[in-house]
């Protein structure tokens, strides 16, 4: 069964940080990306990051770039996002996402909902001003 377990996020004031953890099972790991998205109330869903667990490579969304750090730990399956200096405009339901790529380019598409083969449920990021 593939599980994509999103945990880590919380109520923090602006200005602060917070690590979310997208902790997977259950399909090929070194075959996928693994992408960060959020929804904000009244919003759509936006892609924020994504790495490819085989090369490391990485993209951000140009609004947290500097601010979000995205990594890998191979040896636990599992995603992070570091997120810095928190604004409440971070503040939505951050999702983890896996996309099939068995090391073909994907960063024209890395934002893409449509690309992503499975999802996880969301964790609540609630920024204080």
């Known amino acids: 069964e593939v599980q994509l377990q999103a945990s880590g996020g919380g109520l923090v004031q602006a200005g602060g940080s917070l690590r979310l953890s997208c902790a997977a099972s259950?399909?090929?790991?070194?075959?996928?990306?693994i992408g960060w998205f959020r929804q904000a109330p009244g919003k759509e869903r936006e892609g924020v990051s994504c790495i490819s667990s085989s090369d490391g490579s990485t993209y951000y969304a140009e609004f947290v770039k500097g601010r979000f750090t995205i990594s890998v730990d191979n040896a636990k399956n599992t995603v992070y996002l570091q997120m810095n200096s928190l604004k409440p405009e971070d503040t939505a339901v951050y999702y983890c996402a896996a996309q099939l790529i068995q090391g073909r380019a994907y960063g024209s598409a890395w934002y893409v909902e449509g690309e992503y083969d499975y999802w996880g449920q969301g964790t609540q990021v609630t920024v204080s001003s």
């Open positions: 259950g399909f090929t790991f070194d075959d996928y990306a």
